[in-house]
């Protein structure tokens, strides 16, 4: 088991009374730059105190005009990081491929992160959310098609000598020759976030990368996603590898279970009710009708309908409570879910800096070490044959 | 019907307007039609003034309805792809008892409980998640227009009318009116208790229009 700090840098200061759409059209006036200033440091020093704590990566990831998540440009801060931390795989979840022009930008920039790191960049690759459609004005009908465009030629730029002429039907480059070269050889380790897409997964276990199961959804969808992975696996004519999938969730630790719940709670509505509204939209043409069948049938589960907190607690869609009660539903649903990396989001919505820190010492002096114990790195999670319900 | 469009498939050889003027074209060739009539609604009139632009001799006579395919700066056509259903059906239907825009206030009822939406069944939200994907394919950026139309107006030679529907909030009426102007000898007409979906409100009204137009 591998265990990552992920953060999504969230805007914590919208105004009590502004109830309109928090992505693409929110009024950027609403950004306070004194506030912003407070957040990016205070964020950033959150994910170097990982390092100490002994955490096995920290994630960042890319959003554009927004207020549920402040980083339009995650590279920045992967560079950053590159230069503050010695240990950590630095995981960049991930570059919104097609709002690259030309995709090689990726290529460079993630190449310079791997140099100046020392190889610890870990590469995810996304199409970009629904909104960022929106706030690019890109076609979303073309999303996929520049998204395999893009990938194929950041591989190309990595694992073949330049120059090269790589011409598609989107791209058209006449001297692809990146540099720098990544540290990481072949390249850095790959990842891809889904949230159910069945090209996605097909194309991720093609290609022996690592799928993402990205939140927010009821516990039963991600076991039902993990399967249709490891079965796409299957397809491949390979046993997948438990370091192939990574189940990311938000985690609250305090003391015991009712003062985590009192400590957590609004910061958590606060997340649902004010931040998520509108981070699914889905642009025309964005989702094959195949993929879309599947996932709204998982959609009724989607965090935005939570009403109370019980169904917080009965769908596991953050894991909350004392030490000994996280490591036991952790357990528990790792176990299930038969995932390698455990990508924790220890901060959340409006969450302040005191309890987001002593939720992260909780969880790796108290939490993370049982973990360990129980998921050796390298030992496989489940029983071979397991297969999709 | 046009590739992405009801039950048409296709739509991945097609990526921008001049692709669908060019596939009008074969359908054309392929039926042997020489010189047809055509009319074409909304998107659809897009479509039939790039072909007409490009192969004048190949329309003989050309009804643009509530036609989009123009960029007026003050007079910007209304955003389709990120309202809901709710919202458009004021543009799309002038009486609002008609049975599909009371569909789609319903669906918007339901869109907005995620638990409903899953509950419906796939293939009723199938065409007009497919209508709506095939439009983006189209017209998402530039937005429903294509800069370099205006310009080519001039070359449409068939004898040619512009309908639209006095209601039709999504096209301010400038699109129509520059339409009929930049077409040598276009007519412009107007159908008042009409929206932008003026087939589906008032086809016998449209109907005679047309027909009209083509026995003259």
Not at chain 2, 126 to 139: D, Y
Not at chain 2, 148 to 171: E, F, H, M, Y
């Amino acid at each position: 088991m591998r265990f990552f700090n992920f953060h999504l840098m969230p805007y914590p200061s919208l105004p009590s009374d502004y109830d309109g759409p928090v992505w693409i059209t929110c009024p950027n006036e609403l950004f306070d730059p004194a506030i912003g200033q407070q957040i990016y440091n205070r964020y950033l020093d959150e994910l170097i105190y990982s390092e100490e704590l002994g955490f096995d990566g920290v994630c960042v990831n890319e959003h554009h005009q927004n207020a549920y998540g402040t980083m339009p440009s995650p590279n920045l801060m992967a560079a950053i990081l590159a230069r503050q931390t010695k240990r950590v795989k630095i995981a960049i979840v991930g570059n919104a491929l097609p709002l690259y022009n030309p995709p090689t930008r990726v290529a460079e920039e993630f190449a310079m992160i791997d140099n100046i790191s020392g190889g610890r960049l870990i590469a995810g690759f996304v199409v970009g959310g629904g909104p960022e459609y929106y706030s690019f004005s890109i076609n979303p009908a073309h999303a996929r098609e520049k998204f395999y465009e893009a990938h194929d030629i950041i591989l190309k730029a990595w694992t073949e000598p330049g120059p090269q002429e790589y011409i598609g039907k989107h791209y058209k480059l006449r001297f692809l020759n990146t540099w720098p070269r990544p540290v990481q050889k072949p390249h850095p380790e790959i990842w891809i976030p889904g949230v159910g897409s069945l090209e996605t997964m097909e194309f991720v276990a093609r290609q022996r990368y690592a799928y993402m199961g990205i939140p927010y959804f009821h516990i039963d969808v991600f076991d039902r996603m993990f399967r249709m992975f490891r079965e796409a696996c299957e397809r491949e004519v390979y046993v997948y590898d438990a370091k192939q999938a990574g189940w990311l969730t938000p985690i609250y630790v305090a003391e015991t279970d009712e003062e985590a719940r009192r400590q957590y709670e609004e910061h958590f509505w606060y997340f649902v009710r004010r931040l998520l509204p509108g981070i699914n939209i889905s642009p025309p043409g964005y989702t094959s009708l195949r993929s879309m069948e599947n996932i709204l049938k998982g959609i009724g589960s989607f965090a935005i309908n939570l009403k109370s907190w019980d169904e917080v607690e009965a769908g596991h869609y953050a894991i909350v409570g004392s030490p000994k009660t996280v490591a036991e539903k952790l357990e528990a649903d790792l176990e299930r879910l038969g995932t390698g990396n455990l990508l924790g989001l220890f901060q959340l919505g409006t969450l302040p800096a005191d309890l987001t820190r002593t939720n992260m010492e909780l969880f790796a002096h108290e939490v993370m070490p049982q973990l360990r114990k129980r998921f050796p790195e390298g030992k496989p999670m489940l029983k071979s044959g397991e297969r999709a319900a | 019907m046009s590739p992405g469009f009801g039950e048409s498939e296709g739509i991945e050889q097609i990526n921008d307007m001049e692709d669908s003027a060019f596939h009008l074209l074969d359908l054309f060739d392929r039926l042997e039609l020489a010189a047809p009539a055509v009319m074409g609604l909304s998107l659809g009139a897009w479509m039939a003034a790039e072909l007409a632009t490009r192969y004048p001799d190949r329309i003989s006579r050309l009804i643009l309805v509530n036609p989009v395919g123009l960029y007026i700066k003050g007079a910007e056509i209304k955003d389709i792809f990120g309202r809901s259903p709710a919202d458009m059906a004021g543009d799309l239907f002038a009486d609002q008892s008609h049975p599909m825009a009371q569909m789609m206030l319903q669906m918007d009822r339901m869109i907005a409980d995620g638990r409903a939406l899953g509950s419906i069944p796939f293939e009723l939200l199938r065409p007009q998640v497919q209508a709506l994907a095939a439009t983006a394919r189209l017209g998402w950026n530039p937005y429903l227009h294509n800069p370099k139309l205006r310009n080519r107006l001039g070359r449409v030679s068939s004898p040619t009318i512009v309908v639209r529907g006095a209601q039709d909030t999504l096209v301010p009426a400038a699109h129509s009116q520059s339409y009929a102007e930049e077409i040598r000898g276009a007519k412009l007409i107007e159908v008042q208790n009409a929206a932008h979906l003026i087939s589906v409100e008032r086809p016998a009204e449209l109907a005679a229009i047309a027909n009209d137009f083509l026995t003259q």
